[in-house]
């Protein structure tokens, strides 16, 4: 879509340069900003200039700059991508191509949609969202102060397309711990249509502890974590997600249906999760 009201574009090389005038929005893929109007929109600043990397790989996790792409973290998942070498014992990435196909999306844009964009956007179905909220993902946050602030995604996210960002802040990178990425971990998604845009995505996952995560996100107006010493039994965790706040009605969607699809792709995931690792 052309933006018309746009009459100036900058890019950005340095943190200074993230201060914005009146009009301006920041760009990075602009996947989302360019497909309707923005009639309150007169200029962009461009995040992609200023050269973070996309992927950083250390022994505390996976440091995912905010302007990599989908298919860039796609990719790496699937060895596709030589730097950085990713950990062999880093078991749950196998989530993240899973993750990035339950966005309403072709694989045209994922080469566009940056992660950062995603979780900012912070639609309930977003599939960054989803996999930030399924392995502990924080937000590192740049404040106009020239601070830094690191919240979870799972708590960035307020609502259907509404987060904790304040005028000024800027998304740095997604940080995903290394406990949560040698993880046993699985990722299951429903939609009302065959190639629709999800109506409940839920994700369980054991770490080496023993302990257990489940999220459910899509299918609530913001993520639902949920966490337990051991993996639950059957009538603990259907309850736990029957009694999850946020299940919501739309076209794609009944709020029960959504309630009860997730209680069903929940113990699918306890199911298989119990039965441990593959021989």
Not at 80 to 85: G, K, L, S, V, Y
Not at 202 to 217: I, K, L, M, P, W
Request: aromatic share 6%.
């Amino acid at each position: 879509m052309d933006i018309d009201t746009v009459t100036t574009y900058r890019r950005a090389r340095t943190r200074d340069d993230l201060a914005l005038a009146p009009g301006e929005t920041l760009i990075a893929g602009g996947t989302w900003l360019m497909s309707e109007p923005q009639p309150a929109t007169t200029g962009f600043v461009d995040l992609t200039t200023l050269g973070w990397p996309d992927l950083e790989v250390a022994d505390a996790g996976l440091r995912i700059g905010a302007t990599c792409t989908i298919a860039r973290l796609v990719a790496w998942s699937r060895d596709r991508a030589a730097h950085p070498p990713r950990p062999p014992e880093w078991t749950a990435t196998a989530m993240i191509p899973d993750a990035a196909n339950a966005l309403l999306a072709s694989f045209k844009i994922w080469n566009t949609a940056t992660v950062g964009g995603n979780v900012c956007r912070s639609f309930a179905a977003g599939a960054m969202v989803s996999l930030a909220a399924a392995l502990d993902g924080v937000a590192v946050v740049w404040t106009p102060d020239g601070g830094e602030r690191r919240l979870p995604v799972a708590d960035l996210v307020t609502g259907n397309g509404t987060n904790g960002l304040a005028a000024g802040d800027v998304l740095r990178a997604v940080e995903l711990p290394a406990a949560a990425l040698r993880s046993r971990a699985v990722l299951r998604k429903i939609a009302l249509a065959e190639l629709g845009r999800s109506g409940a995505v839920v994700t369980g996952r054991v770490d080496e502890d023993g302990s257990a995560v489940f999220g459910v996100t899509a299918a609530t107006l913001r993520p639902v974590v949920l966490r337990y010493a051991s993996l639950p039994d059957a009538e603990t965790l259907a309850a736990d997600v029957e009694a999850a706040p946020g299940y919501y009605t739309d076209p794609l969607g009944a709020a029960d249906w959504r309630r009860a699809v997730s209680e069903v792709l929940a113990e699918r995931i306890r199911a298989e999760l119990a039965e441990g690792p593959a021989a």
